[in-house]
Every structure is written in C-alpha cells, then in structure tokens.
C-alpha cells in the first residue's frame, strides 16, 4: 500500500512539473528515464520497517506534539531584522532545554523556515491527531 501511495505522488508530481530533479536525479527528467525508474520500483520488494520509539509512546506523542501543534517559529523568539541578518532565540529540548541566539542570514533564515510549511495537499493534524477519523467528532 505504502509503495503504490508512494509512486502515484511520485507520478502525480512529475505530470505537474511539480517535482524538482535536481543534480545527480536530473538524469531521471526525460519521460522514458522517468517512467523506467517507475517501473524498476514497481516490480521490487519494499520492506518498510518502523523501529519501535526508544522511549516509548509518551516520547512519540511528546515529539509529535511539537510539530502538530505549533508554528515553525513566534514572533516572541524574533529579536531583530537588520542588514539582512535576523536574530532570533532557539532551544534545544534534547540538550536539557540548552537555549542561545543565533544570528542567519535572511535568506537562510527564510530556508530554514519554509522546511516547516507542509506542501499543498497536506494538512496539520487535528486536535486529537492519533483518534480513529470516524470517532473524531462523536466524543
């Protein structure tokens, strides 16, 4: 099931010049190349594997919860825009909550950014995210 999710995306992305196949994969931009690739995938044995979290199901919720429930950064850990540099507050939660100021480069900074807004299609998880969708709105 994953493989076949995988592949349509993969194809829906080429058809709409949407997907970027930049350096190396740049040879896999000619229709054939492409369609070649897709069939190799097609034919081979996925395994996808999932190791069970290290510190169990409150730490998966703990990590998740960061990412469902927040923006990528507030306007309170902003401090300045100023000659292109912004500067802005960070922690670490994974080095006993370790926090400083960093100092990027606008356009670094706005990269770094846009790795945290989902692509078009997805969507933030609802307020319970891991309840069964049929029972969502039955509690």
């Known amino acids: ?5 995988l592949l349509a995306f993969l194809k829906w992305g080429y058809r709409g010049k ?14 054939r190349a492409f ?4 069939h190799t995938l097609r034919r081979r044995e996925w395994v996808v594997y ?3 979290p290290f510190g169990g199901p409150e730490h998966v919720l703990k990590y998740l919860a960061r990412y469902t429930h927040r923006v990528a950064i ?13 500067r802005f507050r960070w922690r670490d939660s994974r080095q006993s909550n370790r926090s400083g100021v960093l ?4 356009v670094e900074f706005i ?6 807004v989902l692509p078009s299609g997805f969507v933030k998880s609802a307020t319970r995210p891991l309840q069964d969708p049929s029972q969502r709105f039955h509690s």
């Open 50 to 52: 999932s190791k069970p």
């Open 103 to 106: 100092t990027l480069d606008a």
């Open 18 to 31: 949407q997907l970027c196949l930049p350096g190396t994969s740049a040879a896999l931009s000619p229709p």
């Open 74 to 86: 507030s306007n309170g850990r902003l401090l300045t825009l100023d000659n292109r540099q912004v």
């Open 35 to 38: 369609h070649a690739l897709l």
């Open 111 to 116: 990269r770094r950014f846009l790795l945290h």
């Open 1 to 5: 099931m994953f493989r076949g999710k």
